[in-house]
């Protein structure tokens, strides 16, 4: 990430020893369905439905792949991602889709976490950007996930190694708001 920056978009079609992984247990998939693809051929799609699986209240379906690279030590970047809510989470269980910098190992130096669960149409794009600096371990790895129901995709994302601005609100814009390659860029 420090050198040159990571762009994942997705667009080799699987998870190949890329940038990416399926999540903690394997969950996300990536998806060519028209409705779930936000830019290119594929996006990676959770549909986190099932209330009697053991991943339904915090179901992480796509993070960094950790045997690819971590984030340093006490270092900020800037992520960038496009999502498109499928089906929206349930008021009623107060569900909410996240986002998040993890110590490998660690639940208690989570950095940069963003929740949301308003704000969005379903079936609309919108890209989203915002700082984050991690803390004092090299260990750190990013992820997304749905808290209880609802379905999503992710795609474009981003990261870079930054100057920190102080902007670490995530801003969250309907549409696409910046562009990447839809080259392949892992096989």
């Given at each position: 990430?420090?050198?040159?920056?990571?762009?994942?978009?997705?667009?080799?079609?699987?998870?190949?020893?890329?940038?990416?992984?399926?999540?903690?247990?394997?969950?996300?998939?990536?998806?060519?369905?028209?409705?779930?693809?936000?830019?290119?051929?594929?996006?990676?799609?959770?549909?986190?439905?099932?209330?009697?699986?053991t991943y339904y209240e915090f179901n992480?379906?796509?993070?960094?792949?950790?045997?690819?690279?971590?984030?340093?030590?006490?270092?900020?970047?800037?992520?960038?991602?496009?999502?498109?809510?499928?089906?929206?989470?349930?008021?009623?269980?107060?569900?909410?889709?996240?986002?998040?910098?993890?110590?490998?190992?660690?639940?208690?130096?989570?950095?940069?976490?963003?929740?949301?669960?308003?704000?969005?149409?379903?079936?609309?794009?919108?890209?989203?950007?915002?700082?984050?600096?991690?803390?004092?371990?090299?260990?750190?790895?990013f992820m997304w996930g749905v808290h209880?129901?609802?379905?999503?995709?992710?795609?474009?994302?981003?990261?870079?190694?930054?100057?920190?601005?102080?902007?670490?609100?995530?801003?969250?814009?309907?549409?696409?708001?910046?562009?990447?390659?839809?080259?392949?860029?892992?096989?």
């Amino acid at each position: 990430v420090d050198g040159k920056g990571v762009v994942e978009n997705f667009e080799a079609g699987v998870f190949n020893g890329g940038c990416m992984y399926p999540g903690t247990f394997s969950t996300g998939i990536l998806s060519s369905k028209a409705q779930h693809v936000i830019s290119g051929n594929y996006s990676c799609y959770i549909a986190n439905k099932n209330p009697l699986s053991t991943y339904y209240e915090f179901n992480v379906f796509c993070n960094t792949n950790s045997a690819d690279f971590y984030f340093s030590a006490n270092t900020t970047y800037r992520v960038r991602f496009k999502f498109k809510v499928i089906e929206d989470v349930k008021a009623s269980e107060n569900g909410q889709f996240y986002c998040l910098a993890r110590e490998e190992g660690s639940y208690l130096h989570d950095k940069g976490v963003f929740e949301w669960k308003t704000g969005y149409e379903v079936g609309e794009v919108y890209s989203v950007e915002y700082e984050f600096t991690t803390g004092d371990s090299d260990k750190y790895y990013f992820m997304w996930g749905v808290h209880y129901y609802g379905a999503i995709a992710i795609d474009d994302v981003t990261f870079d190694k930054v100057t920190p601005s102080g902007k670490t609100t995530p801003v969250m814009t309907k549409g696409h708001t910046y562009q990447v390659t839809q080259n392949v860029l892992y096989r």
